[in-house]
Nanobody
């Protein structure tokens, strides 16, 4: 079983930035495909960003494209989500998720694609 932990959430003004980090306790995420999802109150969990095993390919939801960047820190064995130009509609609990990929360059976009999930970190953007 893989235990994931998100960190870096908080309160920020519109137009500001936050950097979230996802780590696996006792191990590295270098062997896993990783996705970021978010869930606002009363809404379904939605896809935000994903990265392949090697980090050579990334994918983003249209709502965050150009503002968010997902990347790997190969030394730390973690995955980060850099969020710039934040908007009030970005307010949500953000989750990281991981799974062993079938192939190196595959990324996954659906909640159902992932086996391991973190507890979530709150991101609140004020206007």
């Amino acid at each position: 079983q893989v235990e994931l932990v998100e960190s870096g959430g908080g309160l920020v003004q519109a137009g500001g930035s936050l950097r979230l980090s996802c780590a696996a306790s006792g191990r590295t995420l270098s062997s896993y495909a990783v996705g970021w999802f978010r869930q606002a109150p009363g809404k379904d969990r939605e896809f935000v960003a994903a990265i392949t095993l090697t980090g050579r390919n990334t994918r983003y939801a249209e709502s965050v494209k150009g503002r968010f960047t997902v990347s790997r820190d190969d030394i730390k064995g973690t995955v980060s989500l850099q969020m710039n130009s934040l908007k009030p509609e970005d307010t949500a609990v953000y989750y990281c998720a991981a799974r062993l990929p079938e192939y190196t360059l595959i990324y996954y976009l659906s909640v159902d694609d992932y086996r391991y999930w973190g507890q979530g970190t709150q991101v609140t953007v004020s206007s």
